[in-house]
T-cell receptor
Protein backbone atom coordinates (compact mmCIF):
# COMPACT_ATOMS: atom_id res chain seq x y z
CA UNK A 1 0.00 0.00 0.00
CA UNK A 2 1.77 3.13 -1.23
CA UNK A 3 1.86 6.08 1.11
CA UNK A 4 1.82 9.73 0.11
CA UNK A 5 4.51 10.53 -2.44
CA UNK A 6 5.89 13.92 -3.45
CA UNK A 7 8.20 15.13 -6.17
CA UNK A 8 10.76 16.49 -6.46
CA UNK A 9 12.50 15.97 -3.13
CA UNK A 10 14.62 19.11 -3.43
CA UNK A 11 14.43 22.15 -5.66
CA UNK A 12 16.47 25.34 -6.05
CA UNK A 13 14.93 28.39 -7.74
CA UNK A 14 15.72 32.07 -7.99
CA UNK A 15 13.53 34.99 -7.00
CA UNK A 16 10.74 35.74 -9.46
CA UNK A 17 10.63 32.24 -10.90
CA UNK A 18 7.69 29.88 -10.78
CA UNK A 19 7.62 26.36 -9.31
CA UNK A 20 5.31 23.35 -9.50
CA UNK A 21 5.32 20.66 -6.83
CA UNK A 22 3.51 17.34 -7.18
CA UNK A 23 1.75 14.96 -4.81
CA UNK A 24 0.15 11.55 -5.11
CA UNK A 25 -2.18 10.66 -2.23
CA UNK A 26 -2.19 7.47 -0.23
CA UNK A 27 -4.12 4.66 -1.89
CA UNK A 28 -7.84 5.03 -1.17
CA UNK A 29 -7.62 8.73 -0.31
CA UNK A 30 -9.37 11.42 -2.32
CA UNK A 31 -8.52 14.63 -0.45
CA UNK A 32 -5.20 16.45 -0.64
CA UNK A 33 -4.02 19.27 1.62
CA UNK A 34 -0.85 21.33 1.22
CA UNK A 35 1.21 22.80 4.05
CA UNK A 36 4.28 25.02 4.23
CA UNK A 37 6.82 24.35 6.97
CA UNK A 38 9.49 26.97 7.61
CA UNK A 39 12.61 25.86 9.43
CA UNK A 40 11.99 25.51 13.14
CA UNK A 41 8.21 25.89 12.90
CA UNK A 42 5.13 23.75 12.61
CA UNK A 43 3.43 23.24 9.24
CA UNK A 44 1.01 25.96 8.08
CA UNK A 45 -2.06 25.11 6.05
CA UNK A 46 -2.07 26.46 2.48
CA UNK A 47 -5.18 24.89 0.94
CA UNK A 48 -7.13 21.68 0.46
CA UNK A 49 -8.52 19.98 -2.65
CA UNK A 50 -11.46 17.62 -2.85
CA UNK A 51 -13.36 16.57 -5.97
CA UNK A 52 -10.94 18.69 -8.02
CA UNK A 53 -11.97 21.89 -6.26
CA UNK A 54 -10.25 24.07 -3.68
CA UNK A 55 -12.38 23.59 -0.55
CA UNK A 56 -10.54 25.58 2.07
CA UNK A 57 -7.67 28.03 2.03
CA UNK A 58 -5.29 29.30 4.65
CA UNK A 59 -3.71 32.74 4.89
CA UNK A 60 -1.56 32.55 1.76
CA UNK A 61 -1.48 34.99 -1.18
CA UNK A 62 -2.84 34.28 -4.64
CA UNK A 63 0.70 33.50 -5.80
CA UNK A 64 -0.02 30.08 -4.32
CA UNK A 65 -2.39 28.06 -6.45
CA UNK A 66 -3.17 24.42 -6.95
CA UNK A 67 -4.94 21.79 -8.90
CA UNK A 68 -6.33 18.33 -8.32
CA UNK A 69 -6.60 15.79 -11.09
CA UNK A 70 -9.27 13.09 -11.62
CA UNK A 71 -6.89 10.48 -10.18
CA UNK A 72 -6.76 12.59 -6.95
CA UNK A 73 -3.14 13.63 -7.42
CA UNK A 74 -2.41 17.29 -6.92
CA UNK A 75 -0.04 20.10 -7.86
CA UNK A 76 1.00 23.18 -5.91
CA UNK A 77 2.13 26.15 -8.00
CA UNK A 78 3.93 29.17 -6.61
CA UNK A 79 4.48 32.20 -8.85
CA UNK A 80 6.88 35.12 -8.47
CA UNK A 81 8.96 33.33 -5.86
CA UNK A 82 10.26 35.28 -2.87
CA UNK A 83 13.17 34.42 -0.60
CA UNK A 84 10.61 33.83 2.16
CA UNK A 85 9.02 31.03 0.18
CA UNK A 86 12.00 28.83 1.05
CA UNK A 87 10.52 26.03 3.12
CA UNK A 88 9.53 22.38 3.24
CA UNK A 89 6.27 21.90 1.34
CA UNK A 90 4.20 19.04 2.66
CA UNK A 91 1.30 17.24 1.08
CA UNK A 92 -1.20 15.36 3.24
CA UNK A 93 -3.96 13.06 2.09
CA UNK A 94 -7.16 11.89 3.72
CA UNK A 95 -10.48 10.37 2.80
CA UNK A 96 -13.46 12.67 2.31
CA UNK A 97 -14.18 15.84 4.25
CA UNK A 98 -16.20 14.27 7.08
CA UNK A 99 -16.49 17.47 9.07
CA UNK A 100 -12.80 17.69 9.71
CA UNK A 101 -12.13 14.48 11.61
CA UNK A 102 -10.36 12.44 8.98
CA UNK A 103 -6.75 11.63 9.76
CA UNK A 104 -4.31 13.31 7.42
CA UNK A 105 -1.21 11.36 6.38
CA UNK A 106 1.82 13.32 5.25
CA UNK A 107 4.33 12.77 2.49
CA UNK A 108 8.08 13.32 2.87
CA UNK A 109 7.88 16.87 1.55
CA UNK A 110 9.67 18.92 -1.10
CA UNK A 111 12.45 21.18 0.16
CA UNK A 112 12.37 24.44 -1.82
CA UNK A 113 15.25 26.89 -1.65
CA UNK A 114 14.80 30.30 -3.25
CA UNK A 115 18.01 32.23 -3.94
CA UNK B 1 19.50 14.83 7.15
CA UNK B 2 18.11 18.31 7.48
CA UNK B 3 17.21 19.68 10.88
CA UNK B 4 13.49 20.03 11.44
CA UNK B 5 13.75 22.64 14.15
CA UNK B 6 16.74 24.56 15.38
CA UNK B 7 15.29 26.50 18.31
CA UNK B 8 12.48 24.32 19.58
CA UNK B 9 11.81 23.56 23.25
CA UNK B 10 13.72 20.40 24.06
CA UNK B 11 12.88 17.53 26.36
CA UNK B 12 15.80 15.26 27.21
CA UNK B 13 15.05 11.89 28.79
CA UNK B 14 16.95 8.75 29.65
CA UNK B 15 16.23 5.64 27.62
CA UNK B 16 13.59 3.58 29.40
CA UNK B 17 12.04 6.53 31.22
CA UNK B 18 8.58 7.88 30.46
CA UNK B 19 8.23 11.11 28.47
CA UNK B 20 5.49 13.70 28.70
CA UNK B 21 5.15 16.32 25.97
CA UNK B 22 2.69 19.13 26.52
CA UNK B 23 0.73 21.34 24.15
CA UNK B 24 -1.64 24.25 24.63
CA UNK B 25 -4.17 24.71 21.86
CA UNK B 26 -5.84 27.93 20.92
CA UNK B 27 -9.35 27.32 19.61
CA UNK B 28 -12.04 26.24 22.05
CA UNK B 29 -14.12 25.15 19.03
CA UNK B 30 -11.54 22.54 18.02
CA UNK B 31 -12.96 19.05 18.29
CA UNK B 32 -10.23 16.81 16.95
CA UNK B 33 -6.61 16.66 18.02
CA UNK B 34 -3.64 14.78 16.61
CA UNK B 35 -0.04 14.16 17.63
CA UNK B 36 2.55 13.86 14.90
CA UNK B 37 6.20 12.80 15.09
CA UNK B 38 8.67 14.33 12.65
CA UNK B 39 12.16 12.96 12.18
CA UNK B 40 14.87 14.95 10.49
CA UNK B 41 14.34 15.13 6.72
CA UNK B 42 10.94 13.47 6.84
CA UNK B 43 7.30 14.46 6.84
CA UNK B 44 5.14 14.32 9.99
CA UNK B 45 4.10 10.80 10.98
CA UNK B 46 0.71 10.19 12.63
CA UNK B 47 1.00 8.88 16.19
CA UNK B 48 -2.39 9.11 17.86
CA UNK B 49 -5.54 11.20 17.78
CA UNK B 50 -8.37 12.06 20.15
CA UNK B 51 -11.82 13.57 19.71
CA UNK B 52 -13.24 16.20 22.00
CA UNK B 53 -15.80 13.82 23.52
CA UNK B 54 -12.93 11.91 25.12
CA UNK B 55 -10.33 12.90 27.71
CA UNK B 56 -7.91 10.00 27.30
CA UNK B 57 -6.90 7.60 24.57
CA UNK B 58 -4.22 4.93 24.62
CA UNK B 59 -2.18 3.41 21.85
CA UNK B 60 0.90 1.25 21.80
CA UNK B 61 3.28 2.87 24.35
CA UNK B 62 1.54 6.22 23.87
CA UNK B 63 -1.31 7.94 25.69
CA UNK B 64 -2.93 11.24 24.83
CA UNK B 65 -4.73 13.29 27.49
CA UNK B 66 -7.12 16.11 26.66
CA UNK B 67 -8.19 18.80 29.14
CA UNK B 68 -10.74 20.99 27.40
CA UNK B 69 -11.20 23.23 30.42
CA UNK B 70 -7.69 24.63 30.12
CA UNK B 71 -7.22 23.79 26.42
CA UNK B 72 -4.30 21.48 27.10
CA UNK B 73 -3.14 18.32 25.37
CA UNK B 74 -0.37 15.97 26.42
CA UNK B 75 1.41 13.01 24.88
CA UNK B 76 2.86 10.38 27.18
CA UNK B 77 5.41 7.92 25.82
CA UNK B 78 6.14 4.91 27.98
CA UNK B 79 9.61 3.34 28.13
CA UNK B 80 11.11 5.90 25.76
CA UNK B 81 13.50 4.45 23.17
CA UNK B 82 16.25 6.07 21.06
CA UNK B 83 13.96 5.70 18.02
CA UNK B 84 11.51 8.07 19.70
CA UNK B 85 13.96 10.94 19.26
CA UNK B 86 12.23 13.43 16.97
CA UNK B 87 10.21 16.65 16.97
CA UNK B 88 6.64 16.19 18.18
CA UNK B 89 3.79 18.42 17.05
CA UNK B 90 0.25 18.65 18.30
CA UNK B 91 -2.38 19.72 15.78
CA UNK B 92 -5.98 20.80 16.21
CA UNK B 93 -8.88 20.73 13.81
CA UNK B 94 -12.03 22.72 14.35
CA UNK B 95 -15.32 21.60 12.86
CA UNK B 96 -15.20 24.30 10.19
CA UNK B 97 -13.24 22.09 7.87
CA UNK B 98 -10.28 19.84 7.54
CA UNK B 99 -7.55 22.41 8.17
CA UNK B 100 -4.99 21.40 10.77
CA UNK B 101 -3.44 24.08 12.97
CA UNK B 102 -0.09 22.98 14.35
CA UNK B 103 1.64 23.95 17.55
CA UNK B 104 5.28 24.99 17.61
CA UNK B 105 6.71 21.56 18.33
CA UNK B 106 8.90 19.97 21.00
CA UNK B 107 12.17 18.20 20.34
CA UNK B 108 12.53 14.92 22.24
CA UNK B 109 16.08 13.69 22.80
CA UNK B 110 16.59 10.23 24.25
CA UNK B 111 19.89 9.55 25.98
CA UNK B 112 21.14 5.95 25.82
Amino acid sequence: DAGVTQSPTHLIKTRGQQVTLRCSPKSGHDTVSWYQQALGQGPQFIFQYYEEEERQRGNFPDRFSGHQFPNYSSELNVNALLLGDSALYLCASSWGLAGGQETQYFGPGTRLLVL
Amino acid sequence: GESVGLHLPTLSVQEGDNSIINCAYSNSASDYFIWYKQESGKGPQFIIDIRSNMDKRQGQRVTVLLNKTVKHLSLQIAATQPGDSAVYFCAENNNAGNMLTFGGGTRLMVKP
